[in-house]
C-alpha cells in the first residue's frame, strides 16, 4: 500500500505528464502552422475551413490521420488547390504521437462563440435536420454524436455546408462519408444550407 508522501508524488508527476502533453500539443499546433488556418485555439478559423475547438480528440486525430494517408480529400479552394492539400503536407511530417497531441489539446479548448443566425432559416433547419434523422448519429442540435461520429454543433456554417455537398457529390468518402451521403443525397439545397444555418447556432460542449 502506498504511503501518503508516494501518493502525492505520483499525483505530481502524473499531473506534470498531463501538462507537459498540454503544452507539447499547443507548441505542436503552433509550430505546425495549423494556426495559419484554424486560428488561435482552433476557436478562429478562416475561410471555409473548420472550428477545431472542443471536438473529441479521437475524432480528430483520425481525419488527420486520413487526410495525411490521403484517404480524406476536398475540393479545390479559389486557387485551385484542394483545401486538404496543405494539411496533408503538414500531417505528413508529423508523427502520430504529435497528431494525438494536437488533437488532445484542441478538445480542451474552448469551443468558438456562437453566432447567431437568421431566425427563420435557423427554424427550418431545426426541422429539416429532425426530418432527415440527423440526431439520429450526432445527436440532439449536433452536440452529443454517436461514437465515432463528429459533433457538428457551433461549426462554423460555410465548413458544414461545404462537407454535405462535398459528402453528396462523393468527393470526401472517408469514415462514415457514405452513410451521411444515403442521408444528404435527399436534400435540397435550401434544406441543407439551412441546417448549417441552425447547426452554426447550436451549443458545442467541449471535449465531446
Known sequence: MMGVAAVAAAATLAFGAAAADELNGKQLYL?????????????????SYPNLAGLDADYLYREMKDIAEGKRVSGPDARGYPRTQAMKDVMNVATDDELKAIAAWLATQ?????????????????????????????????AKPLENMPVV????????????????????????????????????????????????????TAGK
Open 110 to 142: 474552448a469551443p468558438p462563440p456562437l453566432v447567431a443566425g437568421d431566425a427563420a432559416k435557423v427554424a427550418h433547419g431545426a426541422e429539416a435536420y429532425s426530418n432527415a434523422a440527423c440526431g439520429g448519429c450526432h445527436g440532439d442540435g449536433g
Open 31 to 47: 509550430t505546425r502552422t495549423c494556426v495559419a488556418c484554424h486560428g488561435k485555439g482552433g476557436a478562429k478559423a478562416i475561410q
Open 153 to 204: 454543433a457551433g461549426q462554423k456554417k460555410d465548413y458544414t455546408l461545404l462537407q454535405i455537398k462535398e459528402i453528396r457529390g462523393a468527393v470526401r468518402t472517408n469514415g462514415q462519408a457514405q452513410m451521411m451521403k444515403d442521408v444528404v443525397e435527399h436534400l435540397s439545397d435550401d434544406d441543407a444550407e439551412a441546417i448549417a444555418e441552425y447547426l452554426s447556432s447550436t451549443e458545442r
